[in-house]
């Protein structure tokens, strides 16, 4: 997860979405292209803006909702690529995420990379993370979480990666650019030109630590939040947020899902009086993913253990570069309230303490 602002300097709403429909009019060779419904916004996000639009004509896979998403400025442009190579590789195996239809990895035409996808109907098992609405749906998300992730990483876990890879090699995506250490390789370097108490340490611990190569590499999303899952008349409808995919191994996928929950309610602010009850609930839902899905696919412990210091470790490298940008965006925000959350996790998995501050 990289912190950074979006779009070009000066750009407005109403620019990005004059600049946008001026691009596909040449990409899909219509002049007299429209917009049926104009640009707005759908999320803040933390790593990219997200925009639903309809346009008046076109292809026909083009005549439905769309979604526009924009990345940070700083982003590895690569990063478009690799969610259109893996999603589009998804959607040919049967697997409900959205169908990228256009990806751009240079800022000329909205100031950043961009891509053009899918609409998919549905709605999030969670609403929001607003502290108010996390606590109307947190009794039925507690009882059935654990289970609905655990069935959604198993079926994503067992579809065959050969379409992503042909998905990847058409848009010239190194396979070691989504390989299964993509994640520690991306904290490396953003954390090689720090100096901060604590982080030789728990980098070299990680380095130390990280589990071999899995013979089988799958796809694994990196993110099951329950505002990335999408249902609809109980029929899931669609996986979204790609941003931290791999081909990696199942464990990252509940380690990182487990961390989430271990962590609650960070980093959703909420009253003293209910913090306590919450943390205890999400240590248990944290513990019932991991049986969830042990009962369904196979899965090593310590591994999965191993990348819940991953996650908490890639959050505090998030962390340190919002606070490292005083004028910090709203998609910045992050993990910026449950910094110290994640540094006491860290350590009680790995004895080591990151701090996010200069001592």
Known sequence: MVVATFMAVGTTPAEL??????????????????????????????????????????????????????????????????????????????????????????????????????WIPGRPVLRGLRWDRFLRDLPELVRTWPSTVAQVAARLHNCPTGAVETEAAKREVALTTIGWDRHLRLLEQRMST??????????????????????????????????????????????????????????????????????????????????QALRRVGRSVADRIESEYSAVGAVDPDRVRYYEGLRCALELAAVVDRRSRPRATEASLGWENGANALARYFEELTGTRLETQPS
């Open 194 to 275: 720090r100096s901060l108490p604590g982080w030789a340490e728990g980098v070299c611990w990680l380095q130390t630590h990280q589990p071999p190569r899995p013979s089988a590499p799958v796809v694994v999303h990196g993110d099951l939040w329950a505002t990335n899952i999408l249902y609809q008349d109980s029929e899931l409808t669609g996986v979204v947020d790609w941003d931290r995919t791999t081909l990696g191994e199942p464990a990252l996928d509940i380690g990182f899902a487990k961390a989430g929950w271990a962590l609650m309610p960070a980093p959703t602010r909420v009253p003293p009086p209910v913090y």
């Open 17 to 118: 979405g004059s600049r946008l429909l001026e691009h596909l009019r040449g990409h899909l060779g219509d002049r007299n292209l429209i917009y049926a419904d104009e640009p707005r916004r759908l999320t803040k996000g933390m790593f990219a803006q997200v925009w639903q639009f309809a346009l008046s004509s076109g292809p026909a896979e083009w005549r439905d909702a769309l979604v526009l998403r924009v990345y940070p400025s700083d982003a590895d442009p690569s990063q478009v690529h690799v969610e259109a190579a893996v999603q589009n590789g998804l959607v040919v195996e049967g697997f409900p995420a959205p169908k990228v239809l256009l990806s751009e990895d240079s800022g000329e035409v909205l100031g950043c990379p961009f891509i053009v996808m899918e």
